[in-house]
């Protein structure tokens, strides 16, 4: 098992997991994905890189998500729990 964890910046961190965000991802890497996370949602993400497939190439779809469910349809398949830190 691979744990991600994921910080947040803000005082209402629970709350930033429930913002809902939008995303066409087609053929990205998970290096590709995370950073558009982070960049739709306002969240900072920290990993060990060497254990987290990077590289691995994926495609993901959604329209008004929570962050938390984005996060769990993505990482869950490759194996990859996470947390909130």
């Known amino acids: 098992m691979i744990v991600f964890f994921l910080f947040l910046t803000g005082v209402l961190q629970a ?16 290096k590709e ?12 993400f920290s990993y060990n890189p060497s254990k ?10 959604c329209t008004k998500k929570s ?8 990482l869950h398949p490759l194996g990859v729990k996470w947390s909130l830190v």
């Open 15 to 30: 709350q930033n997991l429930e913002k809902k965000i939008s995303l066409d991802l087609n053929n990205v890497t998970l």
């Open 33 to 44: 994905a995370l950073s558009e996370i982070s960049h739709s949602g306002g969240v900072h």
């Open 52 to 61: 987290i497939p990077l590289d691995k190439k994926l495609s993901y779809s």
């Open 67 to 74: 962050i938390r469910i984005v996060l769990n349809e993505l």
